[in-house]
């Protein structure tokens, strides 16, 4: 291999580094888990006033909420899956 082609891999593999780091930054934010919670208690308003649901704006703030615990335990359960994952090999 040319010295070139190993220069031109290793900023391949840089640009690629910097753009997997933006997604992991962008998948573990605050601005991220806000804007989803927001969707999710607008879409259930939506769909519960499709149903005819009474108090849809209380009601909607339910599974609002579980997403929003959900996104507190799965970093806890992320972690040890990594854990087990690397202990294993």
Do not use: C, D, H
């Not at 933006?22 to 989803?36: C, D, F, I, N, P």
């Not at 879409?43 to 997403?67: D, G, H, K, Q, S």
């Amino acid at each position: 291999m040319k010295q070139e082609e190993i220069i031109q891999e290793i900023q391949a593999l840089k640009t690629r580094n910097k753009k997997v780091e933006a997604e992991k930054a962008w998948e573990t934010s605050w601005q991220r888990k806000s804007l989803v919670i927001l969707i999710t208690y607008i879409f259930m308003i939506f769909f519960m006033n499709l149903i005819w649901v009474e108090w849809m704006y209380l009601n909607a703030m339910i599974p609002t909420l579980w997403f929003y615990l959900s996104t507190l335990s799965v970093g806890f359960l992320k972690k040890r899956y990594i854990e087990n994952i690397t202990t294993k090999k």
